[in-house]
T-cell receptor, first 112, second 108 residues
């Protein structure tokens, strides 16, 4: 296990298109988190799962955003009808319960 | 509301000089405080957490509830310490709240 992985690493899309990102957590971790990071800011929490249940969503997560973790393993984050303001680094992290969160390398989204 | 403030965007120090990265937080309860670090072209990783009360790579941080601070310190900076440092807070089962980060540059 090489840690948390995210795909793709970079995504360029046109405004109005839909995009989907994938996160593969560390295999034994039951919690999976999504964060967004824009230039000059720290990571901002979006949502998290415990196993397959989505337990909390931030107000940052508009109706255009949806996240799933269907089998309690990998997770996907979809953004519909992308806007230029969605351009950011999307980070995934996983943990065993409340223990240390391990971060992935991130997916950088650019919306033209 | 939980908030983490890192007042310095950039901190430059000479190699061998002491380092202090400031972090202040606002939360009325009993928070858990963390320092995360991101080296160039690497992913974000945990450096230390206040409940561990340990020194990692020569860095220490003491939680001061009276001043609501969790400053990160190292007596002698090394070039390999150059990185982006983020202070973060959590309370109970709440998500991590990060500060905006401080870029540490250690000059040879």
């Amino acid at each position: 296990d090489t840690g948390v992985s995210q795909n793709p690493r970079h995504k360029i899309t046109k405004r109005g298109q839909n995009v989907t990102f994938r996160c593969d957590p560390i295999s034994e971790h039951n919690r999976l988190y999504w964060y967004r990071q824009t230039l000059g800011q720290g990571p901002e929490f979006l949502t998290y799962f415990q196993n397959e249940a989505q337990l909390e969503k931030s107000r940052l997560l508009s109706d255009r955003f949806s996240a799933e973790r269907p089998k309690g393993s990998f997770s996907t984050l979809e953004i519909q009808r992308t806007e230029q303001g969605d351009s950011a680094m999307y980070l995934c992290a996983s943990s065993w319960g409340m223990d240390t969160q391990y971060f992935g390398p991130g997916t950088r989204l650019t919306v033209l | 509301a939980q908030r983490v403030t890192q007042p310095e965007k950039l901190l430059s120090v000479f190699k061998g000089a002491p380092v202090e990265l400031k972090c202040n937080y606002s939360y009325s309860g009993s928070p858990e405080l963390f320092w995360y670090v991101q080296y160039s072209r690497q992913r974000l990783q945990l450096l230390l957490r206040h409940i561990s009360r340990e020194s990692i790579k020569g860095f220490t941080a003491d939680l001061n509830k009276g001043e609501t601070s969790f400053h990160l310190k190292k007596p002698f900076a090394q070039e390999e310490d150059s990185a982006m440092y983020y202070c973060a807070l959590r309370s109970g089962n709440t998500p991590l709240v990060f500060g905006k980060g401080t870029r540490l540059s250690v000059i040879a």
